[in-house]
């Protein structure tokens, strides 16, 4: 019994100082992952607040404190235990090897990341396409991930991997935008007149740019239409109201001044259909082989 007890009490010191290390560690513990959060936070409203600094790199420079401090913090609270930590940091060198053959993806993901965030193709707030289909506004460039958010609300999440090897255009870099608007003309109409009521009406317009010109000339023939390209340059912000806009009242316009819609139009020549505009410089059907004049009258083809 007495040798139980002197046992015992022989034990007490080394539980005392288990608990003792368990708690300092506990607060260590406690005190690093706060401090990570603060030291984060911190960064990222002062990077936020500086003009020099571009916002699609704060998410990055965020976690890089975060996870510095954090990983210090482990390493401490082991060396408080008697753990070596060089040794520990010999082996997770080694296993990092492993690890990084195992997550080649992932770390694909990681280079990408930081790719773009150097070379900076594309910026929070950014309105991008890429080659792959997807589309969106830059909301975040992650270390791994990019987020998108389309035109609907629909949040897109993307590898880096896959954005970096994509094409990307970018509609919002450049702080204009063209327009190029064909408006169909039937033949027949005043060309000339309908070019000089688009060129009062594109010169009236509130978003229409100055400078450049807009630019209004022929572009092609078609079957039935002289296609007119009006060709305008807008501000980035102004873009998508003002396409809408001239679409809308250049449509308007025409149908004001009289000009006809540019539908489909068919002269018909012995039961078969034939494009205006083809049967001759004219636009008037062919006779038929044995001379006679065949029955001709404007159709408009079958609803599909």
């Given at each position: 019994?007495?040798?139980?007890?002197?046992?015992?009490?022989?034990?007490?010191?080394?539980?005392?100082?288990?608990?003792?290390?368990?708690?300092?560690?506990?607060?260590?513990?406690?005190?690093?992952?706060?401090?990570?959060?603060?030291?984060?936070?911190?960064?990222?409203?002062?990077?936020?607040?500086?003009?020099?600094?571009?916002?699609?790199?704060?998410?990055?420079?965020?976690?890089?404190v975060v996870w510095v401090v954090r990983i210090f913090t482990v390493i401490a609270v082991l060396a408080r235990f008697g753990v070596q930590t060089a040794s520990l940091i010999a082996v997770l060198g080694a296993a990092s090897l492993a690890i990084g053959l195992a997550l080649q993806g992932t770390l694909q993901n990681i280079s990408a990341g930081i790719m773009l965030l150097v070379l900076r193709p594309i910026r929070a707030g950014e309105a991008i396409a890429l080659s792959s289909g997807t589309d969106g506004t830059v909301a975040e460039v992650g270390l791994f991930l990019t987020r998108l958010v389309k035109g609907d609300g629909v949040h897109v999440t993307l590898p880096n991997s896959v954005v970096w090897n994509a094409t990307i255009t970018n509609f919002s870099r450049n702080t204009t935008r063209k327009l190029d608007m064909p408006v169909g003309i039937r033949y027949g109409d005043d060309l000339d007149q309908a070019m000089a009521q688009l060129t009062a009406l594109v010169d009236a317009h509130p978003m229409i740019m100055k400078d450049p010109a807009p630019v209004i000339r022929v572009n092609e023939y078609r079957d039935n239409v002289v296609v007119v390209m009006v060709s305008v340059w807008a501000e980035v912000g102004k873009y998508w109201e003002m396409r809408g806009d001239l679409l809308r009242t250049t449509r308007q316009m025409l149908d004001e001044k009289g000009f006809k819609p540019p539908v489909p139009v068919y002269d018909v020549s012995n039961g078969q259909p034939q494009a205006a505009g083809e049967g001759g410089a004219t636009g008037q059907p062919q006779p038929a082989g044995d001379g006679a004049a065949p029955p001709t009258g404007t159709v408009l083809p079958p609803p599909r």
């Open positions: 019994m007495e040798n139980m007890y002197l046992g015992f009490a022989a034990l007490v010191p080394k539980f005392f100082d288990i608990g003792v290390n368990l708690v300092i560690a506990l607060l260590i513990l406690i005190a690093g992952w706060w401090l990570s959060s603060i030291l984060g936070n911190w960064v990222r409203r002062a990077a936020q607040r500086s003009p020099r600094i571009d916002a699609t790199i704060v998410p990055m420079f965020y976690s890089a």
